[in-house]
């Protein structure tokens, strides 16, 4: 999404909003290379100008193939800001193609606001959902985060307010229904109260209080969720001086959370560099589990813009304690993951039952018409 390579590495404005494929590389771990060639996916029945973005997609345990995603309009009010929503689409192929729902689960059908002197808008995006086989309550087994973000038009740029940003949740008895009112879940130690509780409210759950190695994370995005008997586990990334990938658990209404460990630190990412790159981070999680074994997908990134390059997957040892299967004690690559040369590509979602698209990515170029799409690399786990 356009936010991942502008806003974090935006200026923090609350104060304003009161007053007014690749070859090489130096990993040591083993990697199957995939020498399949990716397809562009469209979803039907939805107006994106831009385009589409951040896939997420999830069967029901009957066969059927949902998926979230976002998608990318230019602002009605202002030329300078993009609309970014989630949708809802679905699949009766194997992830062949997509068609949307016509569900909008943030339930919100006005994202801009003019805060004198600037044009504002939410973006709700970096969605990740869930099917909950589990939950007794059948009318809550759909769940779904998102990373909910105000962009303000700063002398023409679309430029984040981080600290009036959450983790946003609802839940469904089914993804094409009715979706509950948004629930403020998590935020980070830039929330700014002031700035932001007049919208929907505190907050319930600081994370960066919730260990001492969180206490530097001031903002987490890009959440991943899977279900299990006993709780729900998440995926996200930590913004701040020591990004990570981290994991928390949380019982199936959300109002008990743990924070369980880290999958993975920025420190460790230099090793998955490729050539002609300079990865220093990793971005986008997507937890998943394929037969017995659970997985977790990341993007490399490169310095500001925060260049997307890519997924990688790995296989997960232990999930009580976000330890991933290494060699020599680095990380084992499973599986790379490449869009065009160049492009910002990553920020993969996979179900092993879309069986005829296999991992989805997605990619942006200023050049490509959309700039936003999604392509799947028929690529799958393990």
């Given at each position: ?5 502008l ?20 990993s040591?771990?083993p990697?199957?290379t995939p020498t399949v ?7 039907s029945?939805?107006?994106a ?6 896939p ?9 193939l949902?998926?979230?995603?976002s998608t990318?309009n230019t ?6 800001l ?9 699949s ?6 997509w068609?949307?729902?016509?569900v909008?689960?943030n339930n919100n059908?006005?994202?801009d606001m ?10 709700y995006?970096v969605s990740?959902?869930l099917?909950?086989?589990f939950?007794p ?6 769940k779904?985060l ?8 700063v002398?023409?740029?679309s ?8 983790i ?9 229904g009715?979706?509950?009112a ?6 980070g ?8 509780d ?8 600081h ?8 206490n530097?994370?001031a903002?987490?995005?890009?959440p991943s ?12 990334q930590c913004l ?6 981290i ?6 209404t959300f ?7 880290d999958?993975l ?6 090793q998955?560099t490729l ?23 990341v993007?490399p990134?490169?310095p500001?813009?925060?260049s ?5 997957a790995f296989s ?7 330890t991933?299967?290494?060699?020599g ?6 599986k ?6 160049g492009?910002?590509?990553g ?6 039952s879309?069986s005829?698209s296999?991992?989805?990515?997605s ?6 018409t ?6 799947a690399?028929?690529?799958t786990?393990?």
């Amino acid at each position: 999404m356009m936010s991942r390579y502008l806003a974090f590495s935006s200026i923090l404005i609350a104060s304003l909003l009161i007053s007014g494929c690749g070859s090489g590389g130096s990993s040591t771990a083993p990697v199957t290379t995939p020498t399949v060639t990716a397809t562009l996916l469209s979803v039907s029945g939805v107006v994106a100008t831009r385009g589409i973005f951040d896939p997420a997609p999830r069967q029901d345990g009957s066969g059927n193939l949902w998926m979230s995603y976002s998608t990318v309009n230019t602002s009605a009010n202002d030329a300078n800001l993009t609309e970014v929503r989630t949708r809802i689409a679905s699949s009766t192929n194997g992830g062949s193609t997509w068609t949307d729902v016509g569900v909008d689960p943030n339930n919100n059908s006005n994202p801009d606001m003019f805060i004198s002197p600037n044009w504002t808008d939410w973006h709700y995006e970096v969605s990740s959902l869930l099917y909950d086989p589990f939950d007794p309550d059948s009318s809550k087994r759909w769940k779904m985060l998102w990373h909910r973000m105000l962009y303000v038009d700063v002398s023409g740029v679309s430029t984040l307010a981080l600290n009036i940003s959450w983790i946003g949740l609802s839940t469904a008895s089914t993804p094409n229904g009715t979706w509950s009112a948004e629930r403020k879940l998590f935020v980070g130690s830039t929330y700014n109260a002031s700035a932001a509780d007049p919208f929907i409210g505190a907050p319930e759950i600081h994370l960066d209080t919730l260990h001492a190695s969180l206490n530097g994370c001031a903002a987490f995005t890009e959440p991943s969720m899977l279900a299990k008997s006993d709780a729900i586990y998440i995926s996200m990334q930590c913004l701040g001086s020591t990004g990570k990938i981290i994991e928390v658990k949380c019982n199936r209404t959300f109002s008990s959370c743990s924070y369980l460990g880290d999958f993975l630190t920025n420190s460790e990412a230099s090793q998955f560099t490729l050539t002609g790159q300079a990865i220093n981070g990793f971005a986008a999680t997507e937890l998943v589990t394929v037969g017995s074994n659970d997985y977790l997908i990341v993007t490399p990134y490169e310095p500001p813009p925060d260049s997307y390059r890519g997924c990688l997957a790995f296989s997960i040892s232990n999930l009580s304690n976000a330890t991933l299967a290494r060699t020599g004690g680095a990380p084992t690559l499973i599986k790379r993951i490449s869009g065009t040369s160049g492009s910002f590509n990553g920020a993969c979602g996979y179900d092993p039952s879309a069986s005829n698209s296999g991992i989805i990515y997605s990619e942006y170029s200023p050049s490509s018409t959309p700039n936003f799409r999604m392509f799947a690399s028929h690529v799958t786990l393990p």
